[in-house]
């Protein structure tokens, strides 16, 4: 014996709850114990919720290049540090590039730490997949259970991200809506279906609001303790919040606060909370911005208003609780706006001029699993199956349902 002891369990543990996720991916192959402890439930939550664990700012670029045939696509996934310094554009660190792809749409999320990503094929069809940054994790979903009503020519769609507190499950509930014209007389449709990653599959349910309705994709994820929000616009020009709860798997409704005809509504997060964001489109050097939190079901307060004193400008998302994301619309730059102190910060993205596709989100670092049943995946190999995923049209077997 050499006469050294082992450190305390206790002290192991704090150590390694202080390591961001890449070391952790590295320590697991030192010993059995320490790759039982960094896997377990227990150790990923309260990894999660460590102080040293803090929120980033992550954002998704896309360009696209329309002077080639078909039209290629290059996406940045790029995370910036912990603190972003008023007036200094922050070093940017690339967690995903890829440089040329043909059927990116986007991306959504976090929901309890993972992104649900989307591409096109054939036509209007879509494809799903799970993704977790940190881990470089990967699942596809199979395709859902939908068929192209081929006789209507307009169609909308809305994806909610989720987790089942029950089952310990993540859900993908997706909303389908196709009409042949507007107005309430029109041959309107509403379909809707719920994935599960531990049964890895789809199935049919039945919404419960109006096929007239106009889906509105959030600014940021919506789930909230178990319930993911949508937000939908009825003929009448009046805001409808949808829910869909996780674990029953049943759909409710709820009233917004009052937003004038004139102006857009935004579903957001803000502060543990859900939020909305408002404004008027028709004024971009000028609008006020508001922020609605809900603190119990239907029951809304303005928490914010904000004026930003710059130049024309589309509003991304809120940040760090009262700092807001702007495009700049002439140079198409993306900025952080502090309405404490009037300052913006070139976050150092030129976003593309003619096709917009720019994400960003309030994301933290995460060791959770996608459960697949009790399919088991390589991680070292996780990289080149999302770059894959993207390159590769699934073949007609493969449509199956």
């Not at 320490?34 to 700012?57: D, G, M, Q, T, V």
């Not at 909308?156 to 107005?183: A, N």
Request: glycine share 6%; aromatic share 12%; hydrophobic share 40%.
């Amino acid at each position: 014996m050499d006469g050294r002891r082992p450190l305390p369990k206790d002290l192991v543990v704090d150590i390694l709850l202080r390591l961001p996720v890449e070391s952790l991916l590295r320590f697991k192959c030192l010993c059995k114990h320490w790759y039982a402890l960094i896997k377990s439930p227990s150790f990923i939550e309260k990894h999660f919720h460590h102080k040293n664990n803090c929120a980033r700012l992550l954002v998704c670029n896309l360009k696209v290049a329309c002077e080639v045939h078909p039209i290629v696509r290059s996406v940045v996934f790029s995370l910036l540090p912990e603190e972003i310094v008023p007036g200094v554009t922050p070093e940017q660190k690339t967690l995903l590039q890829l440089p040329r792809i043909t059927d990116f749409t986007c991306v959504a999320g976090p929901v309890d730490r993972l992104f649900l990503v989307q591409k096109k094929f054939y036509g209007d069809d879509i494809c799903l997949g799970l993704w977790n940054p940190a881990t470089r994790e990967f699942r596809s979903l199979p395709p859902a259970p939908f068929e192209i009503e081929a006789f209507f020519p307009n169609h909308d769609h809305q994806f909610g991200l989720g987790f089942d507190l029950l089952t310990l499950d993540f859900k993908v509930v997706w909303i389908r809506v196709f009409w042949d014209e507007p107005g309430e007389g029109a041959n309107n449709r509403v379909y809707a279906c719920v994935y599960s990653s531990c049964n890895n599959s789809w199935k049919h349910l039945t919404p419960e609001f109006p096929p007239s309705s106009t889906l509105s994709a959030p600014l940021d994820a919506t789930y909230l303790n178990g319930v993911y929000y949508g937000l939908s616009m009825g003929l009448d020009d009046i805001y409808t919040i949808h829910s869909f709860d996780m674990g029953s798997e049943q759909f409710g409704e709820m009233q917004v606060p009052v937003i004038p005809s004139e102006h857009w509504g935004k579903l957001t997060l803000h502060g543990g909370s859900l939020a909305i964001l408002t404004g008027d489109p028709g004024k971009p050097m000028t609008s006020i911005y508001d922020v609605w939190l809900m603190k119990q079901e239907g029951n809304w307060s303005k928490v914010i208003t904000i004026h930003p004193h710059i130049d024309a400008h589309w509003p991304y998302n809120i940040w760090d609780n009262d700092k807001m994301v702007f495009e700049i619309t002439e140079t198409s730059q993306l900025v952080l706006y502090n309405p404490e102190t009037r300052q913006v910060t070139d976050l150092g993205f030129q976003l593309d001029l003619i096709f917009s596709g720019c994400w960003d989100f309030n994301y933290k670092e995460s060791l959770v699993p996608i459960k697949r049943g009790n399919e088991t995946q390589g991680e070292d190999n996780a990289v080149e199956q999302i770059e894959h995923y993207f390159y590769t049209i699934p073949m007609d077997e493969d449509l199956r349902v």
